[in-house]
């Protein structure tokens, strides 16, 4: 990424990766993207200007009416403590203020950000950080304010997609695109992490911060609101009705909120000193706040007014702040076809450009029941955060009545059919083992129900999708996407596969590219998952191969939610398949998400050498041996031919160093110990470069370079 940042900002970016389009609700906050944003700690109160050639901004403070340069169109403003910042119209740069004083000079604009490639959306300024979203990737990325005015970097954890973000005093917060879920971090890593906890797995449209708390509409539209009550800032005192609001804005102690009906606001908490009376009659199109004050855009005439117990204003100048009007939205060349354009729209931004109006609430419930549609009501629709539930005839009637000609596998809790649904998808079925309430039923059961629970949340393109469910009597049945190609493991080991024309994955480029994509699901599961998941039973069958033979990872019957810090581990009893579990868990009960790295690096030596987990080596014509007592003695005295797939052939001069690479990380994967081990992130990134290396071998690597982080 380009930067053009000025002499006194530090930036360095790293990007993001994750995705899913739910409803624009806009809402605006203490860390919001807006039109109008308050700079708490100086009083300041800015917005972008409506009718002018540029989208300006001009703010007011102590008795002061100044534009701030530069003198260009912005499409959003967000304000903290001590600065705010800019987005530029486009989003591909943005500025910041700093108005600490009674001088202009305090105003003078500091760029932070530019790129002509990558542009932002929804800019947010918290206490003491801004953070921005990439608009094409939904990455975020964040800078945090230090002393003597530098910004350094620090952002959520890599490879997550954001739909919206939010931040607060020393931390922000995101809707995630892939599961809806919230997601926080920062400095304050206390305040993030009991925000998100909170939260848990609710599915959200939109978020706000404040100080301390965040509040937000959920998929079916009602409020909820998470963090620290100390003043009865969550303790909204009404009944609500779904998408009752249009804008929200959170402060330290208070929570105030715009009603969709009639524009007016209502807040809550503050220990009782936010009264509406001073705002009675009011109608506003949004809404900000500071520490211990609101601000508000009326309908009437787009002019700002604030109120609360921590805002005074020259009783001479009425309500309303010395400032020209303000535009209520950003203006955007699209064709605003989802909710209408809003009144006056062109003469508002002067020509160039449309405002395009909130969706009522009509509209909200039509995009929220197409995003859910795929739930259905029912004793069983609390398992479900999107699966579709099934009767038991339904999936009978699909696979022939379960007949042994569908039968394609079997996983975790049950025989695997391939089915056709009545509008034509074709889906795997796996179906229980029926019988009577044994201890064998218990354990069907307890698979059913973490398989449920957590594809029912887990959306990756490296994961299999879950379809829905059946829950009847004794019945328990997952309906999956169909995967065409089947299990990895059949093609690696199938006794057809003999020749080197016979199957796709007879070449060494696609067989790491079928490792880098089962190794970016579990990175996804470990890094990415709120909360991490341990796998548990990470093997060559348990990767399935799509039709464009794309690899996905399967069967989550014995997944376990994992701990939230890298390194920390939980006691298990030891589960899992012979020859892929990792001895340090097998013998000590102790799992770690390394430990599903000790499966996959079982996986890596399959690929590598054709060889099952578990074999009879017919060299020494002794019993079974594993794969990995086969193939590591070998590779570490270098002498990695000898253990090669022979249905391949030697790899060429392009292949070489990325073969020798993925063995050598085999290696590491497979070590005894757990913390000698590198992390998914790590596995990720060096079979990233193995690929690369497999279509061009220039600035190669040695042997010895593997990426592998310290702990």
Not at 133 to 147: D, S
Not at 346 to 359: F, H, P, V, W, Y
Request: net charge neutral; with cysteine; hydrophobic share 35%.
């Amino acid at each position: 990424m380009t930067t053009s940042p000025s002499p006194s900002f530090t930036i360095t970016i790293n990007l993001l990766l994750i995705a899913v389009v739910f409803p624009t609700v806009f809402v605006h906050g203490l860390g919001s993207a807006s039109t109008i944003a308050v700079t708490y700690g100086s009083g300041t109160v800015c917005g972008i200007l409506a009718g002018k050639p540029n989208q300006r901004i001009e703010c007011y403070r102590r008795g002061q009416v100044i534009s701030l340069e530069p003198i260009i169109s912005y499409d959003a403003i967000s304000g903290g403590r001590d600065f705010f910042c800019g987005l530029r119209s486009g989003g591909f740069s943005f500025f910041c203020w700093s108005p600490g004083d009674d001088s202009y000079s305090s105003f003078l604009p500091k760029r932070i950000y530019f790129n002509t490639t990558i542009r932002l959306r929804d800019l947010t300024v918290g206490e003491n950080q801004v953070c921005a979203v990439e608009n094409v990737t939904g990455v975020a990325n964040c800078w945090w304010r230090e002393a003597g005015e530098k910004f350094r970097f620090l952002s959520p954890q890599k490879f997550q997609r954001f739909q919206s973000i939010t931040s607060g005093r020393g931390f922000s917060c995101g809707v995630l695109k892939n599961t809806n879920g919230v997601r926080c971090w920062g400095i304050s890593t206390t305040t993030a992490a009991e925000i998100q906890n909170q939260f848990g797995n609710v599915s959200m449209l939109s978020l706000v911060a404040g100080d301390s708390h965040v509040c937000g509409l959920n998929y079916t539209g009602f409020l909820i609101c998470k963090g620290k009550n100390s003043s009865g800032q969550l303790d909204f005192p009404f009944d609500l009705q779904p998408f009752e609001f249009s804008g929200l804005a959170l402060g330290v102690n208070h929570s105030c909120a715009i009603r969709r009906l009639n524009g007016s606001v209502v807040c809550w908490g503050g220990d009782g000193k936010f009264s509406s009376n001073e705002i009675e009659g009011f109608s506003f199109e949004s809404i900000v706040a500071g520490s211990n004050f609101t601000c508000g855009l009326t309908t009437r005439n787009l002019s700002l007014i604030c109120w609360g117990p921590g805002w005074s204003l020259n009783p001479n100048l009425g309500m309303d702040l010395p400032l020209p009007n303000i535009i209520p939205g950003p203006c955007t060349q699209t064709s605003c076809s989802k909710c209408g354009i809003y009144p006056d729209s062109g003469n508002l931004c002067s020509g160039s450009g449309n405002i395009c109006k909130q969706c009522e609430s009509s509209t909200l419930r039509r995009q929220s029941s197409r995003s859910m549609r795929r739930q259905r009501s029912g004793p069983s629709s609390k398992h479900a955060d999107r699966a579709e539930e099934f009767s038991f005839s339904e999936l009978a009637a699909a696979t022939n009545g379960f007949s042994l000609e569908n039968k394609i596998g079997s996983g975790s809790f049950g025989i695997v059919y391939r089915g056709k649904l009545p509008d034509g998808r074709e889906v795997a079925i796996k179906r229980g083992e029926t019988g009577s309430k044994t201890k064998r039923f218990q354990e069907k059961e307890s698979a059913f129900e973490s398989e449920l629970a957590f594809l029912s949340r887990l959306h990756h393109k490296h994961l299999v999708s879950l379809v829905g469910f059946c829950e009847e009597n004794d019945e328990r049945l997952l309906v999956y996407e169909y995967m065409k190609n089947g299990a990895l493991y059949d093609h690696i080991h199938s006794k057809n596969n003999t020749e080197k024309s016979s199957s796709v994955l007879n070449s060494w480029k696609m067989r790491i590219k079928v490792l880098l994509d089962a190794a970016r699901g579990i990175e996804y599961l470990h890094n990415y998952a709120v909360p991490p998941i341990i796998h548990r039973d990470i093997k060559s069958s348990n990767i399935l191969l799509d039709a464009n033979w794309v690899a996905r990872v399967s069967d989550f019957g014995l997944s376990l939610m994992g701990p939230q810090f890298e390194g920390e581990y939980m006691s298990a009893k030891a589960a899992g398949t012979v020859g892929y579990m990792d001895p340090e868990y097998y013998g000590l009960n102790v799992l770690t998400a390394k430990s599903d790295v000790y499966g996959l690096g079982v996986v890596l030596l399959e690929l590598l050498t054709g060889r099952k987990a578990i074999f009879k080596d017919d060299e020494d014509g002794e019993g079974p041996t594993s794969v990995v007592d086969f193939a590591v003695p070998k590779i570490r005295d270098g002498e990695l031919g000898r253990v090669l797939d022979v249905r391949i052939g030697p790899p060429d001069v392009n292949e070489a160093e990325a073969v020798e690479l993925v063995a050598n990380m085999a290696v590491h994967c497979v070590n005894l110990e757990g913390k000698e081990r590198p992390s998914m992130t790590d596995i990720v990134a060096n079979l990233e470069r193995a690929l690369a290396l497999c279509d061009d071998s220039h600035g190669s690597i040695s042997s010895a370079s593997i990426s592998v982080a310290s702990e």
